[in-house]
């Protein structure tokens, strides 16, 4: 049996791999970087380079589609935003292999922090406010008003990826001003979101025709960066709320195949506001493999056109930690010139603590990719420890709407 895995270069994709590795797969992984560590891993057998999704998203298509045209595979498993490229040319996939994805439309309707707003309120989700200027002018205007902490979005991002929570109502305007000249969003203006204080609570689900097969519920214990982000170290809880808005968003939508959302637990209520969706598969998938829920294995089944039953409740209190990011985490800390010393002494033993948790990356059993990983951070240490030092992992990881739209009508001539 032989399984195509896009975009591997995250902790998700490792662990995709080494899943799909010990069901007895033999996988090829389809990358846009050399320095993808997953692609070291013992459970790969073929290794593509492709063009990067980002910069070239046509060029990453076309190199999928003639692999999937040139062997013969079982499966095709795009990990993280390749899957919303991907999900354009499915009619296409399916002729040479089983994938399951809903439709493109679906996907970056799902995604787009705009459109959350109007869904939410359809399926009786909770939001924070949010605004959405349709000018500069506007926007500007807007935040004049505004006299408490917001936090500035991008309509369609990935793990906090251009995400600017600013606590100060005075110097709104000028960070809004700061994100939109940095990452060229002229276009599509950001949005601009009331800031919950609290904790992140995330979620990954399966679902089929609008029901959820299998779910994990977790609560970020430290995010990078520290004010809300990527969460570095996280522990499975209950949460009857959670639970709830996911399975009426999944209903709305009537999905199918994984979809994950994120949510603001307010610290003076404990109320739950959804902050994000994203229609992918997510870094909770290994948090609740060693919970006890094996959503890979039953998303094979799926993909290989099985009915699925609903997959057994979680276990709480299980905790996954990733090393490298978590250790940025203390860094991050240390070198915060805002923080007293005493502060700084607390999270490092905060940070030191030995507790019982899972690896999203080291294994004994499969050791190339962490060797892979540092001796990468180590090249690179000194932009990683830069402001945007998040953006060395995401750049190829990501999909640019805009980009894909340019050209569209060659690539569709040349591909389908």
């Keep these: 049996m032989r399984v195509l895995v896009t975009l591997a270069s995250t902790p998700t994709g490792l662990f995709m791999i080494r899943r799909l ?8 992984v389809v990358d846009s970087h050399a320095r993808s560590f997953a692609s070291y891993s013992n459970g790969v057998s073929k290794r593509i380079i492709a063009p990067s999704l980002l910069y070239d998203p ?9 692999e999937l045209q040139r062997e013969q595979y079982d499966l095709y498993f795009p990990v993280l935003e390749c899957g919303f490229l991907m999900s354009y040319y499915k009619d296409t996939i399916q002729k040479y292999t089983k994938m399951v994805s809903m439709s493109y439309a679906d996907i970056t309707h799902a995604h787009n922090k705009k459109a959350m707003r109007e869904y939410a309120v359809e399926a009786e989700v909770r939001t924070p406010r949010t605004l959405a200027p349709d000018s500069l002018k506007s926007a500007f205007r807007m935040l004049e008003t505004i006299d408490s902490s917001i936090v500035i979005k991008p309509r369609v991002g990935c793990n906090a990826h251009g995400q600017k929570i600013v606590l100060d109502p005075e110097k709104a305007v000028w960070e809004y001003g700061q994100l939109v000249k940095q990452y060229g969003l002229e276009k599509e203006l950001p949005i601009i979101q009331q800031y919950i204080k609290g904790t992140l609570i995330s979620t990954v689900n399966l679902a089929v025709d609008g029901e959820v097969k299998g779910n994990v519920v ?6 990078v960066p520290t004010s809300g982000g990527t969460s ?23 999905w199918t195949g994984f979809i994950s959302f994120d949510y603001m637990e307010e610290e ?17 998938v290994i948090l609740g493999h060693f919970a006890g829920v094996d959503l890979i294995g039953a998303f094979t089944e799926l993909s290989k056109g099985k009915e ?12 996954c930690k990733l090393q490298f990011l978590d250790l940025g985490w203390l860094v991050y800390n240390l070198i915060d010139k805002n923080l007293t010393g005493q502060q700084k002494l607390q999270c ?3 940070w030191s603590k030995r507790e019982k948790s899972y690896s999203d990356i080291e294994s004994i059993h499969d050791l190339r990719p962490g060797f892979a990983l540092w001796l990468f951070l180590l090249r690179n240490l000194g932009k990683l420890l830069g402001s945007d030092g998040g953006e060395i992992f995401l750049e190829h990881s990501l999909f640019d709407e805009e980009t894909f739209r340019k050209g569209l009508p060659k690539s569709v001539a040349t591909m389908l």
């Design 268 to 284: 003076s209520t404990g109320k739950l506001y959804l902050i994000d969706c994203n229609p992918r598969i997510a870094p909770g």
């Design 232 to 254: 570095s170290y996280r522990e499975t809880v209950t949460s009857p709320e959670a639970e709830l808005f996911d399975a009426r968003l999944i209903k709305h939508f009537n």
């Design 308 to 319: 699925i039953a609903s997959l057994p409740k979680q276990q709480d209190g299980v905790r």
């Design 218 to 223: 977790f609560r970020a214990l430290r995010t």
């Design 21 to 28: 590795h010990a069901l007895g797969y033999k996988v090829t």
């Design 58 to 66: 046509h060029g990453f298509a076309k190199t999928v589609i003639e």
């Design 348 to 350: 490092f033993k905060t």
